[in-house]
């Protein structure tokens, strides 16, 4: 910055051989602010320069910004590369904006841009993660994949759409193409595993990765093995493996044991599994807290909100988005910032009537303070997916799809309430979370409830 000022000083700042480098700086130190600034008083924008602030927009998750980047690029007059495309590809992905992704294929396709397996491994990523593994599908049948990338790519798709069995299948096809699977492939094939409970799979291809491919496992893959016990409900093979490990236990893979623990109910695991995490985020307080309040032991549960306020650690925002009318609306828990609120929650309030009579119980044991059941059930009702399939009904017509990306895990109450709403409005409600996607079809999930 001391450089930054010395050069607008002695006049230097508009030189196109100076500003580029110090741009690169602020990105590669995450001051997009500082960065943002400096580039918009350039006076000639490169294409690098573009590339740039798109690339440190996306790995500063400003995801929309990245987005409104790529447009005025566009705009610009000045032609996107292949380093372009793969970063604003990867902003849609994570994002979960389908409808600007498929209109920076269409673009690429215009173009005439030559493909490589970064692009590949791109486009197949963005389709699948914004709920179009069908596209993602074909994607890969028909580019090159001689390159672990794009086969990688596919089969975490797969994973992250809970088909195990097609994952199995694509594995195999890969090894009959000849190509080495990496660290990366096998930490899909566990993860899905993982998310279809496939347990002797999990086993064995654990086993395989030093055995056959000379593999050291690293902690990713010794949390995703966890997850997969843990998951199966075999909670104690699981703290006895983590207990065994080769490598030291992260907080990842002991989060994934105390999450297994609330959902079974295992208190007196959940207490020793915290107890082993060098420190606790939100998400680990919210977890015993529940353990705790399912077993209706709410003084411990509030003793833990107390030390948590003490540590001054802030609770995890629940954040969800979804796309509607080519732009994309972001959602919070309890939100009451959108210009269509009051039609927002006279739908959800609908919604969720129509629910009960259908059968819907909200999940009010989930409400970690001891209060009555009305506030319990109020406290669920305004959670940021609910209010994102609300914004959907009310601006889109009957039996149009449903896609929503959120940041954390989706509960087990909005869960319920997906599945019975999609039965109600006889329509496809499609969830990405934090681990996994939920396709909501007829008052059913395509996780068949394991998740």
């Given at each position: 910055?001391?450089?930054?000022?010395?050069?607008?000083?002695?006049?230097?700042?508009?030189?196109?051989?100076?500003?580029?480098?110090?741009?690169?700086?602020y990105?590669?130190?995450?001051?997009?602010?500082?960065?943002?600034?400096?580039?918009?008083?350039?006076?000639?924008?490169?294409?690098?320069?573009?590339?740039?602030?798109?690339?440190?927009?996306?790995?500063?998750?400003?995801?929309?910004?990245?987005?409104?980047?790529?447009?005025?690029?566009?705009?610009?007059?000045?032609?996107?590369?292949?380093?372009?495309?793969?970063?604003?590809?990867?902003?849609?992905?994570?994002?979960?904006?389908?409808?600007?992704?498929?209109?920076?294929?269409?673009?690429?396709?215009?173009?005439?841009?030559?493909?490589?397996?970064?692009?590949?491994?791109?486009?197949?990523?963005?389709y699948?993660?914004?709920?179009?593994?069908?596209?993602?599908?074909?994607i890969?049948?028909?580019?090159?994949?001689?390159?672990?990338?794009?086969?990688?790519?596919?089969?975490?798709?797969?994973?992250?759409?809970?088909?195990?069995?097609?994952?199995?299948?694509?594995?195999?096809?890969?090894?009959?193409?000849?190509?080495?699977?990496?660290?990366?492939?096998?930490?899909?094939?566990?993860?899905?595993?993982?998310?279809?409970?496939?347990?002797?799979?999990?086993?064995?291809?654990?086993?395989?990765?030093?055995?056959?491919?000379?593999?050291?496992?690293?902690?990713?893959?010794?949390?995703?093995?966890?997850?997969?016990?843990?998951?199966?409900?075999?909670?104690d093979?699981?703290?006895?493996?983590?207990?065994?490990?080769?490598?030291k236990?992260?907080?990842?893979?002991?989060?994934?044991?105390?999450?297994?623990?609330?959902?079974?109910?295992?208190?007196?695991l959940?207490?020793?599994?915290?107890?082993?995490?060098?420190?606790?985020?939100?998400?680990?307080?919210?977890?015993?807290?529940?353990?705790?309040?399912?077993?209706?032991?709410?003084?411990?549960?509030?003793?833990?909100?107390?030390?948590r306020?003490?540590?001054?650690?802030?609770?995890?925002?629940?954040?969800?988005?979804?796309?509607?009318?080519?732009?994309?609306?972001?959602?919070?828990?309890?939100?009451?910032?959108?210009?269509?609120?009051?039609?927002i929650?006279?739908?959800?309030?609908?919604?969720?009537?129509?629910?009960?009579?259908?059968?819907?119980?909200?999940?009010?044991?989930l409400?970690?303070?001891d209060?009555s059941?009305?506030?319990?059930?109020e406290?669920?009702?305004?959670?940021?997916?609910?209010?994102?399939?609300?914004?959907s009904?009310?601006?889109?017509?009957?039996?149009?799809?449903?896609?929503?990306?959120?940041?954390?895990?989706?509960?087990?109450?909005?869960?319920?309430?997906?599945k019975?709403?999609?039965?109600?409005?006889?329509?496809?409600?499609?969830?990405?979370?934090?681990?996994?996607?939920?396709?909501?079809?007829?008052?059913?999930?395509?996780?068949?409830?394991?998740?």
């Open positions: 910055m001391e450089i930054h000022c010395h050069l607008t000083k002695v006049g230097l700042l508009s030189n196109q051989h100076i500003t580029p480098p110090l741009l690169k700086l990105i590669s130190h995450d001051c997009l602010l500082e960065a943002r600034e400096l580039f918009w008083r350039m006076p000639a924008k490169d294409l690098v320069s573009w590339n740039s602030m798109i690339a440190g927009a996306v790995r500063s998750s400003h995801l929309k910004d990245a987005m409104n980047l790529f447009s005025r690029l566009v705009s610009s007059g000045l032609v996107p590369d292949g380093f372009s495309f793969s970063s604003v590809l990867s902003a849609c992905a994570r994002a979960g904006a389908r409808r600007y992704g498929v209109w920076v294929h269409e673009l690429m396709t215009e173009l005439g841009v030559e493909m490589n397996h970064i692009l590949s491994s791109a486009l197949v990523d963005m699948a993660k914004c709920g179009r593994i069908d596209v993602a599908t074909e890969f049948n028909t580019v090159k994949r001689n390159h672990i990338s794009v086969w990688n790519a596919m089969i975490s798709g797969l994973a992250a759409h809970g088909l195990g069995s097609e994952v199995v299948i694509l594995f195999r096809k890969m090894k009959s193409e000849e190509v080495v699977p990496d660290g990366v492939t096998f930490v899909a094939l566990l993860t899905a595993c993982s998310h279809c409970g496939m347990v002797e799979e999990a086993r064995h291809y654990f086993k395989s990765m030093a055995r056959d491919y000379s593999i050291t496992p690293e902690v990713e893959h010794y949390g995703a093995l966890v997850d997969t016990l843990s998951r199966a409900g075999l909670l093979e699981a703290y006895n493996f983590v207990r065994s490990m080769n490598v236990p992260d907080n990842v893979i002991w989060r994934a044991l105390l999450s297994a623990c609330r959902r079974y109910r295992q208190t007196k959940g207490e020793v599994t915290a107890e082993h995490m060098a420190c606790h985020g939100s998400g680990d307080y919210t977890l015993l807290s529940n353990i705790y309040s399912s077993a209706n032991r709410w003084n411990d549960s509030e003793e833990l909100w107390k030390q306020k003490q540590k001054k650690i802030r609770k995890s925002r629940g954040l969800s988005w979804v796309e509607v009318g080519g732009s994309t609306h972001e959602f919070k828990a309890g939100d009451r910032s959108h210009p269509d609120t009051e039609d929650y006279r739908v959800l309030h609908g919604l969720s009537e129509r629910a009960k009579v259908e059968g819907y119980a909200p999940l009010t044991e409400v970690t303070k209060v059941e009305e506030e319990r059930e406290n669920l009702t305004f959670h940021s997916e609910k209010l994102a399939v609300a914004y009904v009310l601006k889109t017509g009957p039996g149009t799809e449903i896609m929503v990306s959120k940041n954390l895990q989706t509960c087990s109450d909005c869960h319920e309430w997906m019975t709403v999609s039965k109600v409005l006889c329509r496809v409600i499609i969830m990405r979370d934090r681990i996994r996607f939920h396709r909501f079809e007829s008052g059913c999930c395509s996780c068949k409830d394991y998740w």
